[in-house]
T-cell receptor, first 113, second 117 residues
Framework: QKEVEQNSGPLSVPEGAIASLNCTYSDRGSQSFFWYRQYSGKSPELIMS????GDKEDGRFTAQLNKASQYVSLLIRDSQPSDSATYLCAVNGPHTGGFKTIFGAGTRLFVKA | GAVVSQHPSRVICKSGTSVKIECRSLDFQATTMFWYRQFPKQSLMLMAT?????????EQGVEKDKFLINHASLTLSTLTVTSAHPEDSSFYIC?????????????FGPGTRLTVT
């Protein structure tokens, strides 16, 4: 079982719609959760961090965390073609010798104009 | 804030030579820096974790004698690919975690595209 799972997509949404990206993780001890955006040929960019259950909003982005269900999601409202990218979920928790961040393989999002 | 630079952005080298890539945190101190490799259309692969002043921790399957990592200060880590071969051609990306504050956030450099001919 992969430690951090994401649907690889592609997820295709029309411009202006809400894009919903989902991620599940296997380690119940995980404490920190992140969403990164990676454009093709570029490096990842941190867009959201969430540490406690519930919702966290930042502009058009909302991260949702449910530790009981081991589930974290990212909602993008009013999706724009410029949001087309691969979105990586990352989870940090205790690991042998310290803490470790595990990245999911990413979900490709296409926003159609 | 939280800017990470990498140099060079692109490098082409001949098989058998060595290449050094620098990673710098420009506006924060980073106790921990990470080195990743990413092949086309594939996910990030963590190569090693480096802590300032100590030896790097390499992931399983990554040759520590081939990929030399030095984390000499709180703002600089280097990756040297020794005796490079065409199969080492890839996109190498570093990231850094701040020493203070939200220490598990990783901020990525722009990456270095290595081509070995």
């Amino acid at each position: 079982q992969k430690e951090v799972e994401q649907n690889s997509g592609p997820l295709s949404v029309p411009e202006g719609a809400i894009a919903s990206l989902n991620c599940t993780y296997s380690d119940r001890g995980s404490q920190s959760f992140f969403w990164y955006r990676q454009y093709s040929g570029k490096s990842p960019e941190l867009i959201m961090s969430i540490y406690s259950n519930g919702d966290k909003e930042d502009g058009r982005f909302t991260a949702q965390l449910n530790k009981a269900s081991q589930y974290v999601s990212l909602l993008i409202r009013d999706s724009q073609p410029s949001d087309s990218a691969t979105y990586l979920c990352a989870v940090n928790g205790p690991h042998t010798g310290g803490f470790k961040t595990i990245f999911g393989a990413g979900t490709r999002l296409f926003v159609k104009a | 804030g939280a800017v990470v630079s990498q140099h060079p952005s692109r490098v082409i080298c001949k098989s058998g030579t060595s290449v050094k890539i620098e990673c710098r945190s420009l506006d924060f101190q980073a106790t921990t820096m990470f080195w990743y490799r990413q092949f086309p259309k594939q996910s990030l692969m963590l190569m090693a974790t480096s802590n300032e002043g100590s030896k790097a921790t390499y992931e399983q399957g990554v040759e520590k004698d081939k990929f030399l990592i030095n984390h000499a200060s709180l703002t600089l880590s280097t990756l040297t690919v020794t005796s490079a071969h065409p199969e080492d051609s890839s996109f190498y990306i570093c990231s850094a975690s701040p020493t203070q504050g939200l220490i598990y956030e990783q901020y990525f450099g722009p990456g270095t595209r290595l081509t070995v001919t």
